[in-house]
């Protein structure tokens, strides 16, 4: 039996919750305005940027001029700002609605521009990386964006995938040149149809968009080395009352396009990049590449990313597969940390692998690059039919690749010959040679492919090549399991585990240089270009112990020792020829015992107990 007393106390904290939660609600409550960018003809205006006045929450029309945006309802007497290069920014008042607004192009627009130093292209290029730590955020930086990714044949209307994705993004200081940043994935929701099995590729690195397109951070292509390429002013517009230059340029047959500069402060307001000659050695048949990167000027006049559109396309099977996505950043904030690594969605993470569930509710309530109409009903289509239990044979193969690392790495392995006598004869050749206690270092290239059949659990196969005449060579079959010993930061791992295989280890002994050729183990070998080498063979096998750090998903770094219990042992010595290729020259192994040769040592003649490897390693998906 429960107590009044409890009972009101019970009633008056529930009550107390919920008004709390409406409350709560109510402070959060957002508004949308939606709607059209025009001009005086009627004609859509792609691109647009669309901000609230004073602050850095905004977002970027579509390619036919739609836009949406939410914002707090607190600030609803705010001032929408609207400007598109080419054309005056207009003001409207923010109010919840559905709205056309039509833009008034600038009234001067020269459309030849001529300039008395035929080199001023090139000095306006140059002057505009000088002036990049002054016109961009110079401190470390929070971005929240929103992205949309499709792929679709040629003229082919109905997607193959659709991927939304809104994500924080850490934008480093543009103090100095940076290639990468980090990214956290907030939400992700997709399409995707049957087709997605026929094709023979995934696409990665979308959701990098903010590093990967920002080519003033990046200080690459035409700001990466400008004597590589050639420079025209084409054009000048008007942007809030200043001039903005429109310089071409080009590199022959590889790529070109346009870059915009701002002329009294020389910032980079937009860059037009097109590439069309590909170094390809996966055989991608990439056709060509497009992209368009646009930066805004916030109230502190510095300069920050703020659309990129990017479009390519591939041959496959005879037609053009083509890939588009869009990237907006809707707000931004000053920031001193950065995103904890694991939370990081990593450079080479495919979106379509990604896992989304759907949440109709928080989609209602983002600020997106608007969609074509039939986008979201696909969306609500894929969750609402049946999944398939199995993906087609592409989609297995992904999968089985995904499971594959690479090893490779630099051995060095410390031996220790005992002292030895050699004697051999036969009727062209005569070989004696003694040698006191020695030690050497030898060194050799590891190599590894392991494939996960449990989480943690590798099996694969290891081999060893030589670098130089001395040296290990080994096939093995490795066995090996790993341990996260730092679950909660950048993981590293400890391995253990056991190489079974087989060795040979040789040392050389020196060139034979007889006056005829000569005979071994039924092989005739030329005079003066044979080596001879002291060999030793053995199977063996090898407990392995391994600390692993993950620098991405798809990187780590390693280092591993191994230590040698042998199972059999052959000595004795290794002829081979040296002016023929790997695959065709002669060798003959000579036992000891074999053709009157004899080697007097002791038991194990080459004692090879240990090896230290330091490589790295690679997944592939």
Same mark, same amino acid.
């Given at each position: 039996?429960?107590?009044?007393r409890?009972?009101?106390?019970?009633?008056f904290?529930?009550?107390?919750?919920?008004?709390?939660?409406?409350f709560?609600?109510?402070?959060?409550?957002?508004?949308?305005?939606?709607?059209?960018?025009?001009?005086?003809?009627?004609?859509?205006?792609?691109?647009?940027?669309?901000?609230v006045?004073?602050?850095?929450?905004?977002?970027?029309?579509?390619?036919q001029?739609?836009?949406k945006?939410?914002?707090?309802?607190?600030?609803?007497?705010?001032v929408?700002?609207?400007?598109?290069?080419?054309?005056?920014?207009?003001?409207i008042p923010?109010?919840?609605?559905?709205?056309t607004?039509?833009?008034?192009?600038n009234?001067?627009?020269?459309k030849?521009?001529?300039?008395?130093?035929?080199?001023?292209?090139k000095?306006?290029i140059?002057?505009?990386?000088q002036?990049?730590?002054?016109n961009?955020?110079?401190?470390?930086?929070?971005?929240?964006?929103?992205?949309?990714?499709?792929?679709?044949?040629?003229?082919?209307?109905n997607p193959i995938?659709?991927?939304?994705?809104?994500?924080?993004?850490?934008?480093?200081?543009?103090?100095?040149?940076?290639?990468?940043?980090?990214?956290?994935?907030?939400e992700?929701?997709k399409?995707?149809t049957?087709?997605?099995?026929?094709?023979?590729? #995934?696409? @990665?690195?979308?959701s990098? *968009?903010?590093?990967?397109?920002?080519?003033?951070?990046? /200080?690459?292509? %035409? &700001?990466?080395?400008?004597?590589?390429?050639?420079?025209?002013?084409?054009?000048?517009?008007?942007?809030?009352g200043k001039?903005?230059?429109?310089?071409?340029?080009?590199?022959?047959?590889?790529?070109?396009?346009?870059?915009?500069?701002q002329?009294?402060?020389?910032?980079?307001?937009?860059?037009?990049l097109?590439?069309?000659?590909?170094?390809?050695?996966?055989?991608?048949?990439?056709?060509?590449?497009?992209?368009t990167?646009?930066?805004?000027?916030?109230?502190?006049? #510095?300069? @920050?990313?703020?659309h990129? *559109?990017y479009?390519?396309?591939?041959?496959?099977?005879? /037609?053009?597969? %083509? &890939?588009?996505?869009?990237?907006?950043?809707?707000?931004?904030?000053?920031?001193?940390?950065?995103i904890?690594?694991?939370?990081?969605f990593?450079?080479?993470?495919v979106?379509?692998?990604?896992?989304s569930?759907?949440?109709?509710d928080f989609?209602?309530n983002?600020?997106?690059?608007?969609?074509?109409?039939?986008?979201?009903?696909?969306f609500?289509?894929s969750?609402?039919?049946?999944?398939?239990?199995?993906?087609?044979?592409?989609?297995?193969?992904?999968?089985?690749?995904?499971k594959?690392r690479?090893?490779?790495?630099?051995k060095?392995?410390p031996?220790?010959?005992?002292?030895?006598?050699?004697?051999?004869?036969?009727i062209?050749?005569?070989?004696?040679?003694?040698?006191?206690?020695?030690?050497?270092?030898?060194?050799s290239?590891?190599?590894?492919l392991?494939?996960?059949?449990?989480?943690?659990?590798?099996?694969?196969?290891?081999?060893?090549?030589?670098?130089?005449?001395?040296?290990?060579?080994?096939?093995d079959?490795?066995l090996?399991?790993?341990?996260?010993?730092?679950?909660?930061?950048?993981?590293?791992?400890?391995?253990?585990?056991?190489?079974?295989?087989h060795q040979?280890?040789?040392?050389?002994?020196?060139?034979?240089?007889?006056?005829?050729s000569?005979?071994?183990?039924?092989?005739?070998?030329?005079?003066?270009?044979?080596?001879?080498f002291?060999?030793?063979?053995?199977?063996?096998?090898?407990?392995?112990?391994?600390v692993?750090?993950?620098?991405?998903?798809?990187?780590?770094?390693?280092?591993?020792?191994?230590?040698?219990?042998?199972?059999s042992?052959?000595?004795?010595?290794?002829?081979?020829?040296?002016?023929?290729s790997?695959?065709?020259?002669?060798k003959?192994?000579?036992?000891?015992?074999?053709?009157n040769?004899?080697?007097?040592?002791?038991?194990?003649?080459?004692?090879?107990?240990?090896?230290?490897?330091?490589?790295?390693?690679?997944?592939?998906?």
């Amino acid at each position: 039996m429960i107590s009044s007393r409890f009972s009101v106390k019970g009633v008056f904290a529930i009550l107390l919750y919920i008004f709390s939660f409406i409350f709560f609600q109510i402070g959060l409550s957002q508004s949308a305005i939606t709607g059209k960018i025009v001009d005086k003809h009627k004609v859509t205006v792609p691109f647009a940027h669309l901000n609230v006045e004073n602050t850095t929450r905004g977002t970027v029309s579509n390619a036919q001029g739609e836009f949406k945006l939410l914002y707090d309802s607190s600030i609803e007497k705010n001032v929408l700002v609207i400007s598109a290069l080419g054309y005056m920014t207009k003001k409207i008042p923010l109010r919840e609605g559905h709205f056309t607004i039509s833009l008034v192009r600038n009234p001067i627009e020269l459309k030849e521009v001529t300039v008395y130093n035929k080199d001023y292209a090139k000095e306006l290029i140059q002057l505009a990386i000088q002036a990049i730590p002054d016109n961009y955020p110079g401190v470390m930086e929070r971005h929240e964006g929103f992205l949309r990714e499709l792929a679709n044949w040629e003229h082919d209307e109905n997607p193959i995938y659709v991927v939304e994705a809104t994500m924080e993004s850490i934008k480093k200081p543009y103090v100095k040149s940076y290639r990468s940043g980090a990214v956290k994935l907030l939400e992700l929701r997709k399409y995707k149809t049957l087709q997605m099995d026929s094709l023979l590729m #995934r696409f @990665r690195a979308g959701s990098h *968009h903010i590093h990967r397109f920002d080519v003033v951070a990046r /200080r690459e292509a %035409v &700001l990466g080395n400008p004597n590589s390429f050639t420079y025209k002013i084409r054009d000048t517009v008007l942007q809030e009352g200043k001039n903005v230059y429109k310089i071409y340029f080009e590199k022959k047959n590889t790529s070109s396009g346009y870059i915009y500069i701002q002329d009294s402060s020389f910032a980079i307001v937009k860059i037009e990049l097109h590439k069309y000659k590909f170094f390809d050695p996966f055989g991608h048949n990439r056709q060509y590449l497009r992209y368009t990167v646009n930066y805004e000027q916030h109230k502190d006049k #510095r300069w @920050r990313f703020k659309h990129s *559109h990017y479009e390519t396309g591939f041959k496959q099977k005879g /037609r053009l597969l %083509v &890939l588009t996505s869009d990237y907006i950043s809707t707000e931004v904030e000053p920031n001193k940390t950065d995103i904890p690594y694991l939370q990081r969605f990593d450079f080479n993470d495919v979106l379509t692998e990604s896992a989304s569930p759907y949440r109709p509710d928080f989609w209602e309530n983002q600020t997106i690059f608007m969609p074509n109409k039939e986008v979201e009903s696909l969306f609500r289509l894929s969750y609402t039919q049946p999944k398939r239990k199995d993906g087609g044979p592409y989609q297995k193969l992904f999968g089985i690749l995904s499971k594959v690392r690479y090893d490779l790495s630099l051995k060095w392995a410390p031996i220790r010959l005992q002292p030895y006598s050699i004697d051999y004869s036969n009727i062209e050749v005569e070989i004696q040679k003694n040698e006191l206690l020695s030690t050497k270092n030898l060194w050799s290239v590891t190599s590894s492919l392991l494939y996960e059949i449990m989480p943690g659990l590798f099996l694969g196969y290891a081999n060893d090549s030589r670098i130089g005449r001395s040296g290990i060579t080994s096939h093995d079959l490795r066995l090996l399991k790993e341990f996260s010993v730092n679950p909660k930061g950048r993981p590293i791992f400890l391995g253990v585990g056991v190489n079974l295989g087989h060795q040979d280890l040789r040392t050389f002994l020196g060139n034979y240089d007889g006056d005829a050729s000569f005979e071994v183990g039924g092989k005739e070998f030329d005079s003066g270009d044979t080596d001879i080498f002291l060999n030793q063979r053995s199977f063996r096998w090898q407990p392995h112990f391994l600390v692993r750090l993950e620098l991405t998903k798809r990187m780590s770094v390693f280092l591993a020792a191994e230590y040698n219990l042998r199972m059999s042992n052959r000595i004795g010595l290794l002829f081979q020829e040296r002016k023929e290729s790997i695959f065709t020259r002669k060798k003959v192994f000579l036992e000891d015992g074999h053709e009157n040769l004899s080697i007097d040592s002791q038991d194990r003649l080459i004692n090879d107990s240990f090896s230290i490897n330091c490589g790295l390693s690679f997944r592939f998906f």
